[in-house]
């Protein structure tokens, strides 16, 4: 349903295991799926919690991520950050970016368009 003020409390959040790494060395995670294409027709948002994952993404879709607990090193253009609690990273479609969170680490992510995912 499209044009509805809505919330996502924290206590009503769903988490699904979160999988998909194909590459390299892969733990695990969940994500929460927030916003989707049954809310908007234009963007989409979720939490994610990453552990022991290093994974290279090759997006679909444009995507600004928020780093809400934790640290992971991310590597993209040629650039490294190690990013923590505050962190905001943007990845443009399509660009390579590789994740590296030997620990945990926990993030909101908000993607344009809506209806493209990455496995998982």
Not at 79 to 95: A, I, K, S, T
Request: aromatic share 14%; glycine share 18%.
């Amino acid at each position: 349903m499209t044009g509805v003020v809505r919330c996502f409390p924290a206590a009503g959040r769903d988490f699904s295991p979160y999988g998909g790494f194909g590459n390299a060395y892969a733990g695990g995670g969940e994500i929460a799926r927030l916003v989707g294409p049954e809310h908007s027709e234009s963007m989409g948002c979720g939490i994610a919690t990453y552990r022991g994952v290093r994974t290279t993404w090759h997006l679909p879709f444009d995507e600004i991520l928020y780093v809400i607990a934790g640290e992971m090193t991310v590597r993209g253009s040629g650039q490294e950050w190690c990013v923590g609690p505050g962190d905001v990273l943007f990845f443009p479609e399509g660009v390579p970016v590789e994740y590296d969170a030997p620990g945990e680490v926990t993030v909101f992510y908000a993607k344009y368009p809506v209806g493209r995912s990455t496995p998982g």
